[in-house]
């Protein structure tokens, strides 16, 4: 007997809706036309929007590594010092690439449940003004920890030759992220996040204060190399045959998002993410992230006692099509994530902790069957959705 419908509850890639489907089903057009240049000039404007900025948003074709990689050659040379703080696999990718192109790390290490520490980036700065750069993953996917982007770029802010560059893969539209308005310098995001759609696009937003910092930067670069893309987009294209779909794609995901409004996807989001909470901990299960900083893209959870992860999330995925994902590196089988970032609405939620509760059950864990579900309604009663 199969019941089976899927749902993909993971934090990358996530569910693509059908108006953005349907957009990519489209016929491809040349790229060096006219058609394709009111493509871009659209995705600028609805880009902007979405990062809060007034700066030119980059857009390229890759994946978010990409745009991590691009971040590090474009801003830096050889030798320069950087900060990279880090608390999770994310964090790490970004220390592994600083060092693959010879930059200095300043090695800010935090446990996994850690939340960076502000205090400890102001203290750094002042102990070494030549840092050139701090590296910090906004909403870490490994761990569902939020870091306190705007209190870094305050600290940041002051020193006029370092920039502030920001990971915030899995934060663009799902929680703050005021680029502006905040002072950061870098920040970008990969299209198979909260952008709903498939992956293979990165898009970076760059102030004035890291386009200075690209003036002084000696790291090659050619196919990542910014400066290509900005003077290609001022004219509304692209250097090399950009992912042309997926900027199709993207300006429809825009246009849903710009519909449903920015403080509404970021209130959206928060609702998903503590509904997910209430449920797993009215299971007696505990919460990964700390209280003082928990995003609202994926929700990770320790697995109870004497059950490794993997088999909930096996149980989940083959016996009732629903995919959430296992913990990464060293919470690999002790937690699971529950990913609820970008084409979400509540009955995912309830379907997923029903999934779950289900899966606990074949699983023998002691509950009370329909406690989760019972929670999670109620934080969604509650908002009077
Ligand atoms: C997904 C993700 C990335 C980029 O990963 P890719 O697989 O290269 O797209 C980087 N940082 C964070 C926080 C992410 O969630």
Redesign the pocket.
Known sequence: MSLKKRYLMT??PTPVPAEILLSMAKPIIHHRTAEFEETVKEARAGLQYIFNTKNEVLLFAS???GA?ESSIVNCFSAGDSVIVARNGK?GDREKQIAETYGLEVIDLEYAWDEVVKTEDIARELAANPAVRGVIV?Q???STGVLNPIKEIAEVVRAYDETIMIV?S??GIGAVACETDDWGLDVVMT?S??GLMLP?GLAAVSVSEKAWRAVERSTLPKFYFDWKKYRKSIDKNTTPFTPALTLIQGLNEALKLMQEEGRENLIERHSLLAEATRQGVEALGLKLFAPPEGRGSAVTPVWTPEGIPSGKIVKIMKEDYGVTITNGQDDYKDRIFRIGHLGYFGMFDIITTLTALEMALTKLDYDFEQGVSIKAAESVFLAART
Do not use: L, V
């Open positions: 934090p990358g994946s978010g590594t991590m994310f993953t909403s870490e996917t990971d893969i899995t990969g198979q996040k992956p």
